[in-house]
Every structure is written in C-alpha cells, then in structure tokens.
C-alpha cells in the first residue's frame, strides 16, 4: 500500500487566483495521478504525472489551467490556474502500487 | 466510451440486514475493477481490485464479485460504521491512459442502529 499526504486540507480563494496543492508519497512510484471530484459527482481524471517525463491531460483538461510537475517519484504538485467558481471541487491525489490506486485525503477547493 | 453505473444510488439498511451493491460497466477490455469506500470529507480508501470474471475477494463482512458485465459487493450483516458511499471504478486493458480509472457516482449505504 501507500500512504499518500496532500497539502492544503482546504482552502478558500478568491476568483482570478491560482492554488498549488501538493501531494506527498511514503515510497517511490512510477506514477502519480491527479482526480477531481466535483459536488455531487464522481471522481474525474485530470491528469497523470511520470517523473521526467511531461504529465498527461485527459480530455476536457489543459496544461495553462492544472500545470502539474513532478520533480522526483515521492512528490507531485497541481496548480489550479485563473480559477473560477467552477473551479470549487475536492482535488485528489493517487497512486499506483502493485496494480492497486491508493488515494490521497484530498483538498476540498472553494472559490469565490 | 467506457461506462460505469452503479446501483442503487442510496441503501438504507438496519443492522444486521444484509445486502448487496451493483455496479456495471462497459469497456472494451477489463484490466481491473476497482472498489472503494470513502466517508464523508476523506480520500476514497481501497478495498478490493478484481481481475477477471469469477473472481472473489472477502474483508470482514465485504465480499466482491465480478462478472463479464458487472460487480457485486455483498455486504453480510453491516453495522452502523458500515455506513459510507462506495464506489466502483474500472480500469481498460490498452489505450494511452492504461491506468486511468473511471469511476461510477457511488452508492450512498446507510446502516441504522
């Protein structure tokens, strides 16, 4: 298994603004994915993060709005760009160990 | 595109009385189903992976099953810190997201006391 940090828990902003959340893992992986999880609805891959390498973007996700990087295979960070009330989700962090996803606690995002 | 739905959108169940959860999908080729359980404000938290039609996997009163179109997830005699939504998420066998899950909306179970 994993045992997977995210920083914040959560966080109010303001519209126009950007938020970093960072995402810490116990053990080296290979790759760290990124959901989101919008009220009301199920969760939704954003993007998946190799190390060295640029992340994926799911269909409906672009690079200038969730930059993500990945400098080494315990970390992870998203940022969510120019952010809209839209924007307001839980934002989640995963991993996979052995064919197995854990995630991440998660950082429940409010924009105002 | 793949499709995952589960059923039914809410149980309520009292102590004791046991049940079971759907969830079914359609992919092109299964890698794995997934099956998790997340409480309110918190990361989902792993329960089961299956692989291929016919298998099983059992946690305390949890035991999941897989068929070529659709899962099962019997809850035997819950208790009230049963209560949680669960979720269902499938992963395709090829394509360039390998390890993308899809996920269902969850079913929201209820355990009275």
């Known amino acids: 298994s994993a045992v997977i940090s995210q920083k914040p828990s959560r966080d109010i902003c303001q519209r126009g603004t950007s938020l970093t959340i960072q995402c810490q893992v116990d053990s080296q992986v290979t790759m760290m994915f990124w959901y989101r999880q919008q009220p009301g609805q199920s969760l939704t891959l954003i993007a998946t993060a190799n190390q060295g390498s640029e992340a994926t973007y799911e269909s409906g996700f672009v690079i200038d709005k969730f930059p993500i990087s990945r400098p080494n295979l315990t970390f992870s960070t998203l940022t969510v760009s120019n952010m809209s009330p839209e924007d307001s989700s839980i934002y989640l962090c995963s991993v996979e160990v052995s064919y197995e996803q854990y995630f991440g606690p998660g950082t429940r995002l409010t924009v105002t | ?113």
Not at chain 2, 52 to 75: M, Y
């Open chain 2, 1 to 113: 595109e793949d499709q995952v739905t589960q059923s039914p959108e809410a149980l309520r169940l009292q102590e004791g009385e046991s049940s079971s959860l759907n969830c079914s999908y359609t992919v092109s080729g299964l890698r794995g189903l997934f099956w998790y359980r997340q409480d309110p404000g918190k990361g989902p938290e792993f329960l089961f992976t299956l692989y291929s039609a016919g298998e099983e996997k059992e946690k305390e009163r949890l035991k999941a099953t897989l068929t070529k179109k659709e899962s099962f997830l019997h809850i035997t005699a819950p208790k009230p810190e049963d209560s949680a939504t669960y979720l269902c998420a499938v992963q395709e066998r090829s394509g360039g997201s390998n390890y993308k899950l899809t996920f269902g909306k969850g079913t929201l179970l209820t355990v009275n006391p």
